[in-house]
């Protein structure tokens, strides 16, 4: 089975861009959430995604904003990027409940200057 | 909101030493994971524990799950350099939410 796909693995934006982060989960995986993972903050919970439709949402501004294709990839957008967004963004995908647990991601890296 | 606190936040050791780590709430969860994360990795599953007491091993790691199922802890035998990394617990609720404890970064020193 192949793992939890993100892409691109790098990235460095500009103030003011927006970017687009995208994740292929475990083939049979109908849940896909996001992470943003910093030193000082740890693991922060975006939001999840379950056949294509929002589920959760974490504390994050509008900014952030995501969804969900039926073949269940997940596309992640964060427009007019600031400094602090600096962050590796997981994806994490889940087969039936939360006991089984995530299959995360590589992470995308990102970088704003 | 569903804390999880880890300790200790740092954990730096020899070779061969034992070590075990701690994840407490005050909240009740109706399973209990631990992930380890290498640089530049996302976290990898290593164990879900879901009854109150519940023990797991996995080779040298073994898990337990509080009887109130409300904390968790680690316990590492004879530690290896394979072994650095930050581990991060994560409960879950009913509603199939997950909470990440803040995590504890472990460094092996051969």
């Known amino acids: 089975k192949a793992g939890v796909t993100q892409t691109p693995r790098y990235l460095i934006k500009t103030r003011g861009q927006q970017v687009t982060l995208s994740c292929s989960p475990i083939s049979g995986h109908r849940s896909v959430s996001w992470y943003q993972q910093t030193p000082g903050q740890g693991l922060q919970f975006l939001f999840e995604y379950f056949s294509e439709t929002q589920r959760n949402k974490g504390n994050f501004p509008g900014r952030f904003s995501g969804r969900q294709f039926s073949n269940s990839r997940s596309e992640m957008n964060v427009s007019t990027l600031e400094l602090g967004d600096s962050a590796l963004y997981l994806c994490?995908?889940?087969?039936?409940?939360?006991?089984?647990?995530?299959?995360f991601g590589s992470g995308t890296r990102l970088t704003v200057v | 909101t569903q804390l999880l606190e880890q300790s200790p936040q740092f954990l730096s050791i020899q070779e061969g030493e034992n070590l075990t780590v701690y994840c407490n709430s005050s909240?009740?969860?109706?399973?209990l994971q631990w992930y380890r994360q290498e640089p530049g990795e996302g976290p990898v599953l290593l164990v879900t524990v879901v009854t109150g007491g519940e023990v797991k091993k996995l080779k040298r790691l073994t898990f337990q799950f509080g009887d109130a199922r409300k904390d968790s802890s680690l316990h590492i035998t004879a530690a290896q350099p394979g072994d650095t990394g930050l581990y991060l617990c994560?409960?879950?609720?009913?509603?199939?939410?997950?909470?990440f404890g803040t995590g504890t970064s472990l460094t092996v020193i051969p």
């Open positions: 994490a995908s889940r087969d039936r409940t939360a006991n089984y647990g995530y299959t």
């Open positions: 994560a409960g879950t609720n009913t509603g199939n939410q997950f909470y």
């Open positions: 909240s009740v969860f109706s399973s």
